[in-house]
């Protein structure tokens, strides 16, 4: 029998999420906006009050083709005559369920860990519940917050060990956060069949709507999914290829949207002019949806930390994020401080970046925000070797779908797939204040007129910065920091014109 998983619908009947609200009447509005399946989860009512309400949901499903399933009760699903049921893992047993339920059943198992799913796998489950994905006060004694990663990171594995099982996450998903979710989870041979909700729509004001704006959500990638599979990039090819998109910056001037600390807001403002680019300073995020609609990228800085700033940040990541305008995250000092390394967390499980840059420390931060471990690089070393940093760029991109910066003396930059290494620059940038913040507004520019291919958007930002750093040092009128700041906003005025005019000679200085 083929089941369509992609809108899930758990029932809840507690007040704090059902309201005074009928269930009966939540549901057959739910199946109306689309959902495509059902468990009734009641963890209250007695038996007969559960037959009851699973019949009258039956009546609703059943003619709209849509399976019905029971938390739990085998005995219930008997009874009512539904399609299946769900179990968790201290409730009855896989074999036992299957054999009193019989082989057309549909039966689905909650699934915290790889371990979980491969066994509710190989014991011949229709289909894996995976999370929890995010906190949510619906079930607040969930086993283990496994985040998107730990999503993929099960799908990779069943991929191999179990390729036909079903799959659906839960956990904190929502209309805002679905696409993301669907997106970022997609291991290279699995990725999930659909996303199971209690609240979403169970406490929605619109139950109907609600269905059917997940539905349609599902059904469509993020905004900022990339479509091409990225090219390879050869040295020839970043040749010709780079001095033309800093002369197709030049020509657009995009808006690059800062929400950066107060110590570089003047620099990077600088910074975005000369290379081309329309800066705007806003910590505002009333002003978010107006200017993510100007087609531009954004920056998100963490040099302030404040409760405020973390809602301010989310808000306008979340306008950015639903157009498909790209958003670079420069998480400074990450590690830092427990504030950080919260802030960092929150962040990411409330939006997606485009690009991620930092240090070393930064992106050892943002690689343990993603709240769950998996094998590679977790070495306690202070400082990585030039390998295992670039290990560590390549699996945050893949697990984050994204494009990850690790700045150093050679900066390394991935997607996952493609990696490089620069080693452009000047000791100089190390001597002056906002060096690596205004690097992250470079790239954001060039995000704004490339989003196909970011780390080609990064690439460029990156060896523009840095070979404008090397002219700026060489110049006979620089001869500490003070002079060089002068002196590098002009060179990269001087790589916009040249490039702009047709000469991207100065590209073949790239390391
Ligand atoms: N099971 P909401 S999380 C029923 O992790 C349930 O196994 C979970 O509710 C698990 O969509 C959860 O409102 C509740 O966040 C999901
Ligand atoms: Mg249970």
């Known amino acids: 029998m083929h089941v369509d998983y992609s809108v899930y619908l758990v029932t809840d009947n507690t007040p704090a999420i059902l309201g005074d609200k009928d269930i009966i009447e939540v549901v057959r509005a739910a ?9 009734l989860r009641d963890k209250t009512s007695d038996t007969a009050e559960q037959i009851r309400i699973a019949k009258a949901l039956h009546a609703v499903t059943k003619p709209a083709g849509v399976p019905l399933l029971i938390n739990d009760r085998v005995d219930v699903a008997l009874a009512a005559g539904v399609e299946g049921v769900h179990i968790g893992q201290d409730d009855i047993d896989l074999a036992s369920a299957r054999r009193l339920l019989g082989k057309d059943a549909i039966i689905g198992v909650t699934a915290n860990s790889l371990q979980e799913a491969e066994i509710a796998a190989k014991g011949g489950a229709d289909y894996l519940g995976v999370g929890t994905v995010f906190a949510t006060p619906t079930k607040e004694n969930t086993k283990s917050i496994i985040g998107t990663s730990g999503v993929q990171y099960i799908l990779t594995s069943l991929a191999q060990s179990a390729p036909e099982i079903k799959t ?3 956990g904190g998903i929502n209309a805002k956060n679905c696409q993301r979710v669907l997106y970022q989870t997609a291991a290279a041979q699995k990725s999930l069949d659909g996303v199971a909700v209690v609240s979403a729509i169970m406490a929605a004001k619109d ?23 990225a090219p390879a990039l050869s040295h020839e090819d970043i040749v010709r290829i780079i001095p033309e998109l800093v002369k197709r910056l030049a020509g657009k001037k995009p808006l690059c949207h800062n929400m950066t600390n107060l110590v570089v807001q003047n620099f990077a403002a600088n910074v975005a002019l000369a290379v081309g680019a329309s800066p705007i300073m806003s910590n505002n995020s009333m002003e978010a949806d107006d200017l993510a609609s100007f087609g531009g990228s954004l920056v998100i800085n963490m040099g302030t930390t404040t409760p405020e700033m973390r809602i301010n940040h989310l808000n306008t990541i979340a306008a950015y994020n639903s157009v498909g305008g790209p958003v670079l995250l420069d998480p400074v000092g990450a590690g830092a401080t427990q504030q950080r390394r919260e802030g960092v967390a929150a962040l990411m499980r409330g939006g997606y970046f485009d690009v991620i840059k930092g240090n070393e420390g930064e992106i050892r931060t943002v690689s343990g925000a993603t709240g769950f471990k998996q094998h590679g690089v977790d070495s306690g070393a202070s400082t990585l070797t030039l390998d295992d940093r670039v290990q560590l760029v390549k699996s945050v991109a893949a697990k984050e779908r994204n494009v990850i910066l690790m700045t150093g003396e050679t900066d390394v930059v991935s997607d996952g797939e493609r990696t490089f290494k620069i080693s452009n620059g000047h000791a100089y940038l190390g001597e002056i204040t906002g060096s690596g913040c205004t690097l992250g507004t470079t790239i954001a520019s060039f995000l704004a007129v490339e989003r196909e291919d970011k780390l080609l958007a990064a690439v460029t930002g990156i060896l523009m910065y840095e070979i404008a750093a090397e002219r700026a040092a060489k110049r006979e009128s620089v001869r500490g920091p003070g002079t060089f700041v002068p002196a590098f906003i002009d060179e990269l005025y001087a790589i916009r014109q040249e490039s702009a005019a047709g000469n991207g000679d100065w590209v073949k200085a790239a390391k």
């Open 168 to 170: 659906v996450c839960i």
């Open 31 to 39: 199946v109306e906006g689309g959902v495509t399946i059902v468990q």
């Open 207 to 229: 139950p109907k709507k609600a269905a059917s704006d997940l539905r349609e959500l599902v059904a469509t990638p993020p905004p900022f999914a990339t479509s091409i599979s």
